[in-house]
């Protein structure tokens, strides 16, 4: 099969699995783009054509779709090319990166602070240790045991594994069977939502007319509670379609500067302090008005916070929630991107 075949067919299998239907994708250039193993172009050509047909299919009216292999590649590298008063961006903290162990390799993630301490004591090193003694630490063990003292630390650690190690680990076997998006339909007043006719706040036109000339996501409310890069990128995405996106960040929380910046296009920001009644209160408030909630938190956290999707239901009914996770929803790492749309009767699960 052709690489825009496989495009194509990528597209759809994504519609069938949410249960929607989307215009046709005209697919141009082909892989190789990047120097890899994996064909990251065709990966971007997927997502970013999915995207664009799902906003098609928004506007409707006979609307295209349209996506350059190559250009979707080079929208999947676009913190490289982000600059700031002309300087490029440094994304890695000195500690991040991959190192070589007894049998292998290794990457650790040490930006943020607490990830770093974190590896640094589970590797039995002092807090002030550099780059050098990290390097024999993780030299003198095997990869896994890199894996398992780092995040038996609580920090983030992941051994480099082939194929067939990748195959043989629980959590290979734990996402193998789900689907690249879970969608979920809960019981709740007012229906799901029609994001196509959400009306604006000041409470005139409707936003995404058919076959008219404003973007697809016009007058759509979202609530963007997402870090580091899937989750604002998505969000990023929405804006560009049209939405209205609010960024609900918080000043206690550690982030890559050079990202917040670089997927902040289109968005407005605030800070809300989720451990104080007033964060509570005020996102109570916004979750009201809103007809999109994306987080990206650790699974359970905003749910004990009395932000998960059956209550976000109830203080808006027909939101849809969207949770972005990396690792999948089963298994030990946890996650999964998952669509819930609350509103109507019965369950979902998209093979």
Not at 29 to 57: E, Q
Not at 117 to 123: F, Y
Not at 149 to 178: I, K, L
Request: hydrophobic residues 40%; contains cysteine; glycine residues 16%.
């Amino acid at each position: 099969m052709s690489g825009d075949h496989v495009v194509e067919e990528r597209i759809r299998e994504l519609a069938t699995e949410v249960g929607v239907e989307l215009p046709p994708v005209r697919v141009s250039g082909d892989d190789p783009v990047l120097p890899s193993v994996f064909h990251v172009g065709t990966a971007a050509a997927i997502a970013v054509g999915a995207a664009t047909a799902a906003a098609a299919a928004l506007r409707g009216g006979g609307s295209r779709a349209a996506v350059d292999v190559r250009e979707a590649a080079i929208s999947f590298l676009d913190e490289r090319h982000f600059r700031i008063d002309g300087a490029a961006v440094d994304l890695w903290a000195p500690l991040s990166g991959d190192y070589r162990t007894a049998d292998g390799w290794v990457r650790l993630h040490c930006n943020f602070d607490h990830h770093r301490d974190a590896a640094l004591a589970g590797l039995g090193l002092s807090a002030d240790t550099g780059r050098d003694a990290v390097e024999r630490a993780c030299a003198g063990r095997t990869a896994v045991e890199v894996e398992g003292a780092v995040t038996a630390a609580g920090g983030c650690a992941a051994a480099m594994r082939d194929r067939a190690g990748w195959r043989e680990h629980p959590q290979s076997r734990a996402v193998a069977g789900s689907p690249l998006v879970h969608l979920t339909r809960l019981g709740a007043p007012g229906g799901v939502r029609d994001l196509g006719s959400v009306r604006d706040p000041g409470g005139g036109g409707t936003g995404a007319p058919k076959g008219g000339g404003g973007r697809a996501l016009d007058g759509v409310r979202v609530l963007d509670l997402t870090r580091v890069i899937a989750g604002p990128v998505a969000t990023r995405t929405l804006a560009a379609h049209g939405a209205q996106v609010l960024r609900v960040g918080a000043g206690h929380l550690p982030e890559v500067p050079g990202l917040v910046i670089g997927t902040a296009f289109g968005k407005r920001s605030c800070h809300l302090d989720l451990r104080t009644p007033a964060g509570i209160s005020a996102l109570h408030d916004l979750v009201a008005g809103a007809d999109v909630f994306v987080q990206s938190y650790r699974p359970g956290a905003l749910e004990a916070l009395g932000f998960g999707p059956r209550r976000l239901a109830e203080i808006r009914p027909g939101i849809v929630c969207v949770d972005i996770s990396a690792y999948g929803g089963a298994g030990a790492v946890g996650g999964q991107a998952r669509v819930r749309q609350p509103g109507a009767d019965g369950v979902r699960h998209r093979p």
